[in-house]
Structure formats: C-alpha cells, structure tokens
C-alpha cells in the first residue's frame, strides 16, 4: 500500500486580529459577563453594563476609524478600558461571595489585561510584540498566525492539519497539528497510520516535512521513502531521487490537492464550530465524510460498469 502525506490550513471562524480590535472583544465580552453576573446576584456597580458596553466602543470606533491611529486617542482607549477592568477586578470578590462560577469573568479579565498591555506597548511605546506572546483570536485563542508565502494568500489564520490519504483516495490518518510544523508530524503520521494499516510500506511528501531525523527515521519504516531533500543534492541524493520508483510516487503526490479541495467542501475548509474541542471534531468529521464520499463513487463507478456491460450483452 502506498500514501500521499501533505498539510493544509483550516482557518477558524475568526476577523483579521490588530491590538485594538482584540482589545474590544475582551472588554465587551467582560463587561457582559460581568454585568449580568453582577445583575443576577444584586452586586452594586454594573446596573449600566449596556452603557459602559458603548462607551468603550466609541473610544474603539475613534481608534479604528484612521489607518494609523494617533497616541491621544489610543491612550482615551485605553484609559477607559483601564477602568473598566479594575472595576472588573474589584467585583469578582463579591461575585465570588454569592456562589457565581467566575471562571469565565477571570480568562476575559486576563485576555483584556494582556491586550490592553500590549496595545499600550505597540501603539504608544512602538515596541515590536514577540510572536509567542500574541493571541489571534479571544474566543479562539488557538488559532494560528500560518504564512506559507501562497500567492495572493500571505497570511492564514486556524490551525495545520495534515493529512495522509492512500492511492485508492481515502484518508487513512489525519493530525491536526496543535503545535509545530510539518517536520514534527512526519514521523508520527506515518507510525500512526501504519499502526491500523500494516501494508502501508510506501508514503510520498513534499520538502516541507524533510529534515535528516525525519529521512533517517521513515527510511526504517518505509520501504520507500519518498521524502525530497531540501536544499543541494549530492550524488546520493540525486541518484536517489532520480530513479524510478521514486520519480513515479513523486509525479502521483499532487494528486492529495484533490482531497484537500474535497475536504474544504465538507467543512474543513473554515470551521465554524467554537472551541479546540469542536474544531478537532468537526475536521475528523469531514475527513469521515470524504471517505464515505469516496465508497459511494467507487460503488456508482462499479454500477456504471455492470450497467454497460448488461448493455453490450443484451445488444
């Protein structure tokens, strides 16, 4: 049996991420939940959540009108949200008081003091945010920031998901890939798919997933292997990857954009289910819609035969 492994994107449901805006779905968020909390258990200070919901987003409205928004007005901005997360922060104790589960108030409370702390430092101090430290979404917090240099598409937001679909189309193993890149789930892909399908002893990739851990390692699992090197070619390596069973699986590997496209059109394309949880879900769901897709064409393919081959008897 033989494999085609290779990765795509499926973007979260999520708008284009800057300071500003991320900044207003914590606070708006916040003061929600905080203001019915409050409203629910006869906490004083929230009775107009509503109201203070409006302010804010004027002062977010005032921000995000200019392309580039001058330092009095993000520093309004953020003083009114300043406020409002302090008054947020006093009245969790007495939330707390009267039995209301706050654990939703305290993740909005720390996204809004992260996203408030780093609007101030990239707006008004013009200091450069370190990526690992970004959040893309607030109700998606993981998302990804993915840029794989496509033309007209430089920047993707969701999560990897790699794939590795055998030559007969259907999807043997799917990774939605957390954390790391293509070069982390090589090797695992492989050892997951062959430990439910033990015939599998020829898989093909794109330079993306090679490293020479990752050639090393799936040479011993495979019985070929065909893993592109990155960069020069040595006589090895060229001699390797001119011959013929490798150059046959490698013209054959473009083949997996087909079911790419196919598990975009069943809901992997842009997730719209909240949460890592659901997110995981609803791609494994697709990857079982393709495959269940795949089994009806085969058998409409084999009912079509029978059919001609009844006409041509009874002719």
């Not at 589960?101 to 993740?107: F, K, L, P, Q």
């Not at 609007?119 to 690992?132: A, F, S, V, W």
């Not at 430089?154 to 293509?182: A, N, R, S, T, Y």
């Not at 001119?242 to 997730?271: Q, Y």
């Amino acid at each position: 049996m033989a494999g085609r492994a290779h990765s795509f994107v499926a973007k979260t449901d999520v708008h284009y991420p800057t300071d500003v805006s991320l900044l207003w779905d914590a606070m708006r968020s916040l003061i929600r939940e905080t203001g019915r909390a409050a409203i629910a258990s006869d906490v004083p200070g929230w009775r107009q959540w509503k109201h203070l919901s409006r302010r804010v987003k004027g002062q977010y409205n005032t921000v995000r009108r200019t392309r580039r928004a001058s330092k009095p007005d993000v520093a309004a901005y953020l003083d009114c949200c300043r406020q409002l997360i302090e008054r947020a922060g006093k009245t969790l104790p007495a939330l707390e008081e009267k039995g209301v589960n706050c654990s939703r108030i305290r993740d909005l409370l720390a996204h809004a003091e992260r996203q408030a702390d780093q609007t101030r430092r990239r707006l008004l101090l013009e200091e450069q945010i370190p990526h690992g430290e970004k959040v893309f979404s607030i109700f998606e917090p993981h998302t990804r920031w993915i840029s794989k240099g496509k033309a007209g598409c430089p920047v993707e937001f969701g999560l990897p998901v790699c794939i590795l679909e055998d030559e007969h189309g259907f999807v043997l193993h799917h990774e939605v890939m957390w954390e790391g890149g293509d070069t982390d789930h090589a090797v695992p892909m492989v050892a997951a798919a062959q430990e439910r399908f033990p015939e599998l002893r020829a898989v093909s990739f794109d330079r993306g997933f090679h490293s020479p851990e990752n050639r090393a390692r799936l040479d011993e699992m495979l019985d070929l292997n065909v893993l592109p090197k990155k960069g020069y070619l040595n006589q090895a390596d060229r001699e390797r990857e001119t011959g013929d069973a490798f150059v046959a699986m490698r013209r054959k590997h473009p083949a997996v954009e087909s079911a790419i496209n196919n598990l975009g059109h069943r809901g992997a394309g842009r997730v719209r289910s909240r949460g890592a949880g659901d997110f995981a879900r609803a791609v494994a769901l697709s990857v079982v819609a393709l495959n269940i897709h795949r089994i009806g064409l085969l058998l409409r393919r084999a009912q079509q035969a029978t059919a001609r081959r009844t006409d041509r008897l009874a002719a």
